[in-house]
């Protein structure tokens, strides 16, 4: 049998090629092997960095989150200690107007409300009452504690009063505080100033024009002259009576003048319009106060291109009490002149001061409520403090200015056209009487229920 033979270098070439392309699949092996192993531990790799940068945020958020957490109750300890300390300086006093705002808030809130809905606002009116508290000199504080507890003081029946113009009688403040000697000859309890805030000469309707109710005026002498009259007259027994005029402001207060200088915000604070729309719609029902001497409702204002709400005369402007910001700053007013001693303040023309279309902007159940706040704001802040209002209306609706059992119960005083009646705090009413725009004094008649 034939056999076939190879070469031996073909057979060694042969055996070197398969050895080749073994090494070559190990190779190839290993090196996916290689970029397996590199691609999982790249994965984890990167897995473990995730896991790491997870780890990091999460300790970063706990570390920014107890930051904060750290910072509100910081923020919260340096409030109570503020608040702590702020109590710690107040007055040990001030617990008395606390008590006072306590028995009263609710029902003042609910009346504010009532008519304006506007939190911030009522805040800033307690705001202020606090204010005019923590001012009030410590004689009015004792005078109020005394009257506290002695509530029926002014409804005796043994008031008497006298009216006067300062000027007429004295001169002025200074000169006035002189005469209280005399005065207490009289056997007056009671004296009521005319209007005697700074006001614009010489048009002033008897300084029922106010361009400024937390100033006395130049010509009578200034605030610490009021303050020294009162404690004068405090001292001899006379409590002092002076006008707030509340319906309208002088054409120049300073409101009226950023009014007519074009300040929306200030022309809110009167009854502005550009043209006789409105204007007529108020003139349909509402009657003319002086139709002979100062007829019309409204007057053009040249400088503002605007008809103006003055009821009275032209240089008086009718205040917009449907704005809260009127409420609080002529509250204000009145608080700050009861801290300079007066214990009386004759409201000035009370049944005008809301209006509202297809009404006769007289009377008004909001006056009521107007009213009832500030008696509830004077009970808070300086109860010594009594009203009397002039009511120059018919006979059965003067009724409700005395108190009613529904509320608002105003429980102010009324007037007459001639004979004022000092207002109360409660339904049982009067105190003191005199005759209105005169040098004159009357004894005033015992009243009912006194």
Known sequence: METKEFPVAQSNQSA??????????VAKKAAKTASTRAAKTATTST???????KRTTSRTARTTATKATT?????????????KSATAKRPASSAVFNARLAAHQDELEQLFMSLYNDHDAFDALVASMAAAYADRPADLKRLDKTR??????????DMFGMTMYTDLFAGDLKKLADKIPYLKEQKLTYLHLMPLLDMPHPNNDGGYAVQDFDTVDPKLG??????ALAKKLRRAGISLCIDFVMNHTASTHRWAKAAEAGDPEYQDYYFCYPDRTIPDRYDRDVPQVFPNTAPGN???????NKWVMTQFYPFQWDLNYRNPKVLVA???SVMRLANLGVEVFRIDAVPY?????????RNLPQVHTIVRMLRIILECVCPAVVLKGEVVMAPKELAAYFGTPEPPSATCCTTSPSWSTCGTRSPAATCVCSRTRSTSSTRCPKTAGS
């Open 353 to 361: 001061i809301w209006k509202q279309l297809g009404t006769n902007c």
């Open 71 to 83: 910072a509100v109750r910081s923020a919260r300890t340096s409030k109570a200690a503020a608040t």
């Open 16 to 25: 070197q090629a398969v050895e080749s392309v073994e090494k070559t699949e």
């Open 298 to 304: 409204f007057t053009w204002n040249e400088k503002m």
């Open 330 to 332: 002529m509250m204000g």
């Open 47 to 53: 897995a473990t960095k995730t896991t790491a940068t």
């Open 148 to 157: 506290e507890q002695d509530p029926g003081w002014y409804k005796r029946g």
């Open 222 to 227: 200034t605030n610490e002259d009021l303050a």
